[in-house]
Structure formats: structure tokens, C-alpha cells
């Protein structure tokens, strides 16, 4: 989902899969909401893109649950500063950050 698509695909049948990557990059987001991520994403979702948006800081809320994500890619945001406690709430504890 990029250029802010945010439509999805509807399929005729229900379908049970697993989404282990997520690429949400040239949105324009701005914070992610604590909610954005509950469900089977909390469990499954092990890659997460928000390239290209405008996120001013590593985001505290909605990803701090995600047990096991393992690449966070923030690349190309208004990030300016990094707090040394930054991902101490994360509950994935082999982040790889690239920022």
C-alpha cells in the first residue's frame, strides 16, 4: 500500500493467509495509531516499510506491541534525533533499525 492506496482487493471467498511483511511507504503518515496493528498482525508481521513518510519520531505507539518484527525500515522521514530509550517498550526484542 503506497501514494496512499489504501483500497485492498476483495476476494469471493474468505481466505485465511498469514502477512509477514508490510510495505506502507509514500503515505504521508504523520503517527501510527495504538490500534493500527491488532488482530493476527500482532503475532505474524516480521517486516514493516514506512519509508518515505513523514513520521517526526520512531513511533511509540501501535508498533511497540508487535512481538515479532524484525525490520523497521523508517528511511527518508523528518526523524532528527534518536532517544536512547527509543524501542525500550518494543516487546520484539531482535529489532533491526533502519533508519
Request: hydrophobic letters at 40%; charged letters at 25%.
Amino acid at each position: 500500500i503506497k501514494d496512499g492506496g489504501t483500497r485492498m482487493a476483495k476476494s469471493s471467498r474468505e481466505q485465511s493467509f498469514t502477512i509477514l511483511r508490510l510495505v506502507l511507504n509514500r503515505n504521508t503518515l504523520q503517527f501510527i495509531d495504538d490500534q493500527a496493528f491488532n488482530g493476527p498482525l500482532l503475532d505474524s508481521l516480521v517486516e514493516l516499510d514506512l519509508n518515505d513518510n513523514n513520521l517526526g519520531q520512531i513511533p511509540q505507539m501501535g508498533l511497540t506491541r508487535l512481538r515479532n518484527l524484525r525490520k523497521l525500515y523508517l528511511n527518508r522521514n523528518r526523524i532528527n534525533s534518536l532517544a536512547s530509550n527509543a524501542f525500550a517498550g518494543y516487546e520484539s526484542k531482535d529489532l533491526i533499525i533502519k533508519l
